[in-house]
């Protein structure tokens, strides 16, 4: 089974819109944390945001924020007021268990494009 | 600032040839690691390493071998390139021992077998 699944290959926005790029994971551990990296064209992978299982609020970092559905198992990146730097390749990413000695998972990712 | 380099950015090279890809992060992370990826596609991590000495195979199956002699270094071999070895490779490093234990990546090493 997938552990980290994206279902949009492809997103369009306009320019100045919100986005939102689904992510679902699957984990029976606990304790786990979930990212979300951009990758330019240019290749580089950037760290955007971070999630802990056990957080209790959403996390925010600017125009980034993660809706996160613990139930759901879901943790959906949301892009506010979006610039056409925003076009990109999106991953979402898990660590299972506690502390930094465990691997990370990536998804397929989605490719976001940003229309003026 | 991330401070993880990688060399060289794109490289060309015939069937047969031994490549080495290097990394190297500023930043004192005990952990790295390398990714394979295929452009658009999702990243499978191929070597990682906890510390100095210490090396493990990753989740996808790979021909190439690497090694941990110093913290900042984590160079990457193939011993024979061949055309399925074309690909983008990407070095990360991450600090164990601060969360959230991001991820840092590189500027990643396009690669081009003939």
């Known amino acids: 089974a997938q552990k980290i699944t994206q279902t949009q290959p492809g997103m369009f926005v306009q320019e100045k819109e919100a986005v939102t790029l689904d992510c679902t994971y699957d984990?029976?551990?606990?304790?786990?944390?979930l990212f979300w990296y951009k990758q330019p064209s240019s290749g580089e992978m950037i760290f955007l945001i971070y999630?802990?299982?056990?957080?209790?609020q959403n996390a925010t970092e600017g125009r980034y924020s993660l809706n996160f559905q613990k139930a759901r198992k879901s943790a959906n990146l949301v892009i506010s007021a979006s610039q056409l730097g925003d076009s990109a390749m999106y991953f979402c990413?898990?660590?299972?268990?506690?502390?930094?000695?465990?691997?990370?998972?990536f998804g397929t990712g989605t490719k976001l494009q940003v229309i003026p | 600032e991330a401070d993880i380099y990688q060399t060289p950015r794109y490289l060309v090279i015939g069937t047969g040839k031994k490549i080495t890809l290097e990394c190297s992060q500023t930043?004192?992370?005990?952990?790295m690691y390398w990714y394979q990826q295929d452009p658009g596609m999702e990243l499978h991590l191929i070597h990682y390493?906890?510390?100095?000495?210490?090396?493990e195979k990753g989740d996808l199956s790979s021909e190439s071998t690497v090694s941990r002699i110093r913290t900042e270094h984590f160079p990457l071999t193939l011993e024979s390139a061949r055309p399925s070895h074309t690909s983008q490779y990407l070095c990360?490093?991450?600090?164990?021992?601060?969360?959230?234990?991001?991820?840092?990546f590189g500027p990643g090493t396009r690669l081009t077998v003939t």
């Open positions: 990360a490093s991450s600090d164990g021992a601060v969360q959230p234990y991001e991820q840092y």
């Open positions: 984990t029976s551990d606990p304790s786990y944390g």
């Open positions: 999630q802990g299982s056990y957080d209790q």
């Open positions: 990413a898990m660590r299972e268990g506690p502390g930094g000695y465990q691997k990370v998972t």
């Open positions: 930043m004192g992370h005990d952990k």
């Open positions: 390493s906890y510390g100095v000495n210490s090396t």
